[in-house]
């Protein structure tokens, strides 16, 4: 099994900068895609960002040029850098890692985007 260990959610006023990371742990082998979700209450969970092995990154037209997604595969951890952060950023963002055989999601952390 694997373990997905989110952190660096929390309050931040609109325009502020936040850090989130995500350390995997277990049966770490044969890792695709890490990546990060995003979900408010009554809507469905979204893409944020993800990254490929071969450090390929694919991001959701709201955050383009404003969050950076990266990754270190000796850690086997992944990184948000989130930037110029909007109310509309609002949400449990969930650490997401694709293996060969399966997906595994982190529990969240509540990222909250006020003044």
């Known amino acids: 099994q694997v373990q997905l260990v989110e952190s660096g959610g929390g309050l931040v006023q609109p325009g502020g900068s936040l850090r989130l990371s995500c350390a995997a742990s277990?049966?770490?082998?044969?890792?695709?895609?890490m990546g990060w979700y995003r979900q408010v209450p009554g809507k469905e969970r979204e893409l944020v960002a993800k990254?490929?092995?071969?450090?390929?990154?694919n991001y959701a037209d709201s955050v383009k040029g404003r969050f950076t997604i990266s990754r270190d595969n000796g850690k086997n951890t992944v990184y948000l850098q989130m930037n110029s952060l909007k109310p509309e950023d609002t949400a449990v963002y969930y650490c997401?890692?694709?293996?060969?055989?399966?997906?595994?999601w982190g529990k969240g952390t509540l990222v909250t985007v006020s003044s």
């Open positions: 990254i490929t092995s071969g450090g390929s990154t």
């Open positions: 997401n890692l694709v293996r060969k055989t399966g997906v595994s």
């Open positions: 277990g049966s770490i082998f044969s890792i695709r895609d």
